[in-house]
């Protein structure tokens, strides 16, 4: 091979700049360069045996230029809008998903800050980002879901999970990415197999709750031993035919 047939690789080469000027380039710490690295966004010019990574500053640039081509220009942050570096805590999402959805053009409310380095004034709608990151529907009923889907109150429901009928499950909401309780169907599903409640029960009968309690109370039917001002809950097995 003719050496100069290298010669535009080696003056590339010997342009390169190491990790931490080229955080600085982009404008964000090395750790997240190193991340953005790994996910392909970036890629090191070489990898010389016993030597720092080194990468290009064309090509970071190129990657600023693209993200940021359609921004609006900024002073501060507007009403509705995250900057990219605040993403992972106001919307739960990482600076290289928000990187690739700018790629992408899946977002349409874009602004950089005027007074910022490299990718680090970049501001999008924070409402927009979560509706692409919203993932399938929760595969469950929270608390306040539960409560109307059960008709009973909110003192019910913490009973009914420490006595062991109902066993919630932790899951990210699709929208927000945090952590919730949720009440997966077929618990819920469980439950009404072997347990109904007063409100399910007036509400089907269009019978007041209170009168539905006291004929069953004299048909000798007693509903569970719940703690006071609780919703009242019967077992389907003492409950007759003609209430279900």
């Known amino acids: 091979v003719k050496t100069a047939a ?16 080229a955080a600085r380039q ?18 090191p010019l070489a990898s010389v045996p016993e030597t720092a990574p080194r ?20 002073t501060e942050i507007p009403l509705g809008m995250v900057n990219i570096g605040s993403v992972q805590s106001s919307c739960k999402t990482s600076i290289s998903a928000l990187l690739w959805l ?12 005027e007074d910022h380095a490299g990718i680090s004034g970049i501001c999008v709608a924070k ?31 913490p009973w009914l999970v420490s006595k062991g009928f109902l066993t919630p499950k932790k899951a990210l909401h699709p929208r927000t990415r945090k952590s919730v309780q ?43 031993a719940v703690e006071q001002n609780m919703s009242v809950i019967y077992r389907r097995r003492d409950l007759p035919d003609s209430l279900l």
Do not use: M
């Open 102 to 113: 700018l790629l992408d053009k899946r977002l349409k409310t874009v602004g950089r800050l």
């Open 55 to 74: 990468y290009s500053s064309t090509e970071i640039e190129n990657l600023v230029t693209a993200v940021t081509r359609d921004a609006t220009p900024l």
């Open 127 to 157: 409402e927009e980002l979560l509706d692409e990151l919203e993932g399938p529907p929760l595969p469950g009923l929270g608390s306040g879901e539960l409560r109307k889907h059960l008709r009973i109150n909110f003192l019910t429901i």
């Open 182 to 224: 949720l009440f997966p169907h077929d618990e819920i599903n469980r439950f009404l197999a072997e347990y109904e409640t007063i409100g399910r029960l007036s509400h089907r009968l269009t019978k007041r709750s209170c009168h539905l309690v006291k004929q069953l109370k004299r048909e000798g039917i007693e509903p569970l």
């Open 26 to 43: 982009l404008g964000v710490s090395s750790s997240t360069f190193s991340r953005l690295v790994s996910c392909g966004l970036l890629k």
């Open 6 to 21: 290298w010669d535009a690789w080696l003056d590339d080469f010997g342009r390169a700049i190491t990790l931490k000027p």
